[in-house]
């Protein structure tokens, strides 16, 4: 890897030539195609939280800024919401691809500044790996615990409890070991780290 400087004299930044061969290769999408029309970026609904706009990830991508990329939060706070790939002119799937950065990114061990959306990502795939289906209450209970933020939202979730919204007890899908064999050829172990 060589050392490059970007924005303002002084901050190097590393450059890691293949990070979009592996992005593209790992998510099975195409990104080279992007020619930053900010179309993605104008119709993000969450685009006022992001420290870098949908577009810039692409570029940062195409460009080899593995650690910006994985290091901010605008990958952990993406809703998949698909409207960034409905007005892509180009049909490149970003929600396939911030998925798959958030995947290096916990493979790599680099943390977020949005520590709880990365929990909430790790405690969600356990559950359906678990039960092979969302049991909100295991998942509450887990990120409760996880992030020390036990109350603030206990009143919603007693309404939810007392209209039945919420069950008690989980149940599994029939033929739980075939999703244990999709989350194997992942390289998922039964339970990951968090």
Same mark, same amino acid.
């Given at each position: 890897?060589?050392?490059?400087?970007?924005?303002?004299?002084?901050?190097?930044?590393?450059?890691?030539?293949?990070?979009?061969?592996?992005?593209?290769?790992? #998510?099975?999408?195409?990104?080279?195609? /992007?020619?930053? =029309?900010?179309? *993605?970026?104008?119709? @993000? &609904?969450?685009?006022?939280?992001?420290?870098?706009?949908?577009?810039?990830?692409?570029?940062?991508?195409?460009?080899?800024?593995?650690?910006?990329?994985? #290091?901010?939060?605008?990958?952990?706070? /993406?809703?998949? =919401?698909?409207? *960034?790939?409905?007005? @892509? &002119?180009?049909?490149?799937?970003?929600?396939?691809?911030?998925?798959?950065?958030?995947?290096?990114?916990?493979?790599?061990?680099?943390?977020?500044?949005?520590?709880?959306?990365?929990?909430?990502?790790?405690?969600?795939?356990?559950?359906?790996?678990?039960?092979?289906?969302?049991?909100?209450?295991?998942?509450?209970?887990?990120?409760?615990?996880?992030?020390?933020?036990?109350?603030?939202?206990?009143?919603?979730?007693?309404?939810?409890?007392?209209?039945?919204?919420?069950?008690?007890?989980?149940?599994?899908?029939?033929?739980?070991?075939?999703?244990?064999?999709?989350?194997?050829?992942?390289?998922?172990?039964?339970?990951?780290?968090?």
């Amino acid at each position: 890897m060589k050392v490059i400087t970007i924005g303002k004299i002084g901050n190097e930044e590393r450059v890691d030539p293949g990070f979009a061969d592996l992005v593209q290769q790992k #998510s099975g999408k195409e990104l080279r195609q /992007c020619y930053h =029309c900010l179309k *993605c970026s104008a119709g @993000c &609904p969450i685009s006022f939280a992001m420290d870098w706009t949908p577009n810039q990830i692409i570029r940062m991508v195409q460009l080899g800024l593995k650690e910006r990329v994985l #290091s901010s939060s605008t990958i952990w706070l /993406c809703a998949s =919401c698909e409207t *960034c790939f409905t007005r @892509c &002119p180009n049909e490149i799937d970003l929600p396939t691809i911030m998925d798959t950065l958030k995947e290096i990114a916990i493979r790599n061990g680099i943390k977020s500044e949005q520590a709880s959306i990365q929990i909430f990502h790790r405690v969600f795939l356990n559950c359906i790996r678990e039960y092979g289906r969302l049991h909100e209450l295991s998942l509450l209970a887990s990120l409760k615990v996880l992030t020390l933020n036990l109350f603030e939202d206990m009143g919603l979730g007693m309404k939810m409890f007392n209209k039945g919204k919420i069950n008690l007890l989980p149940t599994r899908i029939e033929n739980i070991h075939e999703l244990d064999a999709i989350f194997r050829a992942f390289g998922e172990s039964k339970r990951s780290k968090i």
